[in-house]
């Protein structure tokens, strides 16, 4: 697996059709049109709305993976890195690993469970439903799409494939978590079995391959078992089940950094997974990889002087979608004041004779503006950022 090799000739497989997280189902739809015979696709149904939600199969090997991206229509990462990993697949550069993939394993790939959220770039469906508190009820039309794929195809591995929240952080780091890697639970007590197990093994060996490119920015998500979740019921089904989640980068708020990791990380897992490595592995690998928190802000204003005392300040936005769903709005809140030492941020504002003009109210839409000797730095009017140096 030449994980860096893989990286460095990115750009020649990358899917130039898709270069924004606010990609829609007929972009997508036209590039599964576009696919050469090797990649079967059929329609498996449709959306609330109507728009077709197809499945792809490649590969004629006996250990069956079934991917799923985006159920949650702002979450867009992992369907840019599958459709990163069909051109991958065709290039006679990397003819080695693809073949060896397609000896040892058949894909079903659903690129987009959630056509209508992607839409309007936002996590729920048309209903308003999260399809993945949906596994039980069933009243979402694509949450019963996705149960009865994997029913039918009863595969041994699983990848589930999200966006996380950008204020997750690596344990003890400061640093975003970047990426997240989970085996999710199938039961209260955390247990593990053979499937449980498998899919840990897999997620060591995938950590194994990208910690080195992205030191401190993987973690190890939250385990906490959610009877409601997709990855939780279909690991108690029997498939061995991984879930990826992509975060946040320095410098990459569209995530098109982030997603040639991510990529790499479907490949490292399938990897795996065709070569039986992960065997191998010892299960210690899983549990040492280190957890998420919540220590980083998107901007901090360390050490200020502000009403006579030496305070750091937090602010992290929240993302409304825009402009018909093809940009948000980020609205900015202070998030804490007081000794924020240990905490890490995006940006941070820490020269010595920073001012500040506006109130700074906690909990409140930022409303101020960051100067240094008469220079604005930073601006916010009513939580939206005016300028920033
Ligand atoms: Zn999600």
Redesign the pocket.
């Known amino acids: 697996m030449q994980a860096l090799t893989y990286l460095e000739e990115y750009h020649s497989f990358k899917e130039a059709a898709l270069n924004s997280r606010f990609l829609k189902h007929k972009t997508i739809q036209q590039l599964i049109k576009k696919l050469p015979e090797a990649f079967e696709q059929r329609c498996i149904g449709q959306s609330h709305e109507g728009r077709d939600i197809n499945l792809i199969q490649w590969g004629n090997g006996s250990i069956k993976v079934f991917l799923w991206s985006q159920?949650?229509g702002d979450?867009a990462t992992g369907t840019m890195a599958l459709f990163d990993l069909f051109n991958f697949l065709q290039l006679p550069q990397f003819q080695e690993i693809s073949s060896l993939l397609a000896k040892s394993c058949t894909l079903y790939l659903l690129p987009m469970v959630n056509p209508d959220g992607a839409e309007r770039f936002v996590?729920r469906n048309a209903q308003q439903i999260d399809i993945?508190r949906d596994f039980n009820h069933q009243v979402s039309p694509e949450a019963r799409l996705l149960k009865n794929t994997r029913a039918e195809i009863n595969p041994h591995f699983g990848f589930n494939l999200?966006?996380?929240s950008t204020l997750w952080s690596v344990k003890k780091t400061g640093k975003p978590a970047t990426l997240s890697y989970l085996a999710p639970a199938f039961d209260e007590a955390l247990s593990v079995n053979e499937v449980r197990q498998n899919a840990m093994l897999v997620i060591a060996q995938m950590y194994k391959y990208l910690n080195p490119l992205l030191p401190q920015q993987i973690g190890l998500f939250d385990d906490e078992y959610e009877a409601r979740a997709f990855g939780d019921n279909f690991q108690a089904a029997g498939t061995s089940t991984i879930l990826i989640?992509a975060g946040g980068m320095f410098g990459d708020e569209e995530k098109q950094e982030i997603r040639k990791y991510f990529f790499l990380s479907i490949l490292s897992g399938l990897y795996a997974i065709s070569t039986r490595n992960y065997v191998e592995e010892p299960l210690q690998h899983y549990f040492s990889i280190p957890k998420n928190n919540k220590e980083i802000f998107h901007i901090l204003i360390k050490n200020l002087l502000h009403q006579d005392i030496r305070v750091s300040i937090g602010l992290s936005y929240e993302e409304e979608p825009a402009e018909q769903g093809y940009a948000t709005v980020k609205t900015y809140t202070i998030k804490d004041i007081g000794d924020l030492d240990h905490l890490g941020a995006y940006h941070i504002y820490k020269e010595e004779t920073l001012q500040i003009e506006g109130p700074i109210d906690i909990y409140q839409p930022a409303n101020f503006t960051l100067k240094k000797d008469n220079m604005i730095l930073l601006s916010f009017k009513n939580g939206i950022l005016q300028s920033k140096l």
Do not use: G
Request: glycine share 0%; no cysteine.
């Open positions: 159920m949650h979450e996590r993945n999200h966006d996380q989640e």
